[in-house]
């Protein structure tokens, strides 16, 4: 049986839906009316070997921040839902991914313990009218709400597009080691016998 798992978050600013199948084929379905979101998110999917839906718009005429944000909150939360107790869950996973002059390396533990490490510095660069550094604030809400220990280091890179994109495949790349099922692991993989 599939893991899925659907949030909706509707708040003054923003109006958000996710969903995410674990055993998916990668397909991304997704429409937040920032076009340099929708396309990282569908990597996500793709590299990552899940479905992801998402649907999303919000107050992008003031800023991306609240959007960009939010998406990751209701992916964290949907995230959250789709693995359910853990049990049989690899836990971790790593990944290092080039991009062109880029190279990104992410590592996760799905611990239930929130926290982001992000090295990542664009030299304030902006592609198009996206300032990439706000996938910091993505990224952090989705490791806060979907309860995993995430680093991001970009360890070299000119370009923010490919930056960021070596982000995004790297992270999905190590989210699906991390959240894949070993039939070795009975339980959840912890000497506390919790996460």
Known sequence: MARKGSVTRKTRETDVRA????????????????PFLDHMLTLLARH???DITVRATGDTEVDYHHLVEDVGI?????????LGDKVGMSRYGSASVPMDESLAEVSIDVSGRPYLVWNA????????DFDPQLFR????????????TLHINVLYG?????M?????????RALHTA???????KDVLSTKGSL
């Open 164 to 172: 960021i994109e070596s982000i995004f495949k790297a992270f999905a």
């Open 74 to 82: 209701t992916l964290g939360k949907a995230l959250q839902k789709a």
């Open 48 to 50: 990552g070997f899940m």
């Open 179 to 185: 959240t894949s099922i070993d039939d070795r692991i």
């Open 19 to 34: 969903e995410i199948i674990m055993e998916g084929r990668g397909r991304g379905a997704i429409s937040t009316t920032i």
């Open 137 to 148: 604030e993505f990224f952090k809400a989705l490791a806060d709400h979907g309860g995993i």
């Open 121 to 128: 510095d664009f030299n304030g660069k902006k592609i198009r």
């Open 158 to 162: 000119k370009n923010p597009h490919h």
